[in-house]
């Protein structure tokens, strides 16, 4: 039972919430971001490399193989390198990464913005025989009588 009510305090924190909401806007902007990609990104870039889909880029490391049981042959899978969906992988990822970036680099220009609060102003001096602290305007010490 204390396991069930140390979950629920756990669940209900603050934090904990604050992440969950993260991660979950954070997998919409990285559904957004791979649209972005290859919907917008990736077709004029193609276009312009002679109307290449970089979806369909890959090196074909051997060809499917279809069943023939009258020879014995069982049905293998392709195998391709897919190195145009790792580019438009790699171009998510730089999106993303560069969006973070401006975020926290904007969160870091709010927080020094910040107004400092001005140094107060220096009141005391210290005495130069016996070094105790006296009034800025005392031209005496009070602690040794010594003119300052």
Known sequence: MSMLKEFKEFAVRGNVID?????IIGGAF??????????????????ALGNVDFADLKVVLREEVLADPAQGVE????????YGMF???TLDFIIVAFCIFMMIRTINKLKRE???AAPA??????????????????????QCTSQV
């Open 19 to 23: 992440m969950a909401v993260g991660i």
């Open 30 to 47: 990285g559904k957004i971001v791979s649209s972005m990609v290859n919907d917008i990104i990736m077709p004029p870039i193609g276009m």
């Open 75 to 82: 049905a293998l899978p392709a195998v391709a390198i897919n």
């Open 87 to 89: 580019i438009n992988t």
């Open 114 to 116: 910040q107004p400092t």
């Open 121 to 142: 102003p220096v009141t005391t001096k210290e005495c130069p025989q016996c070094c105790s602290i006296i009034p800025l305007k005392a031209s005496r010490c009070p």
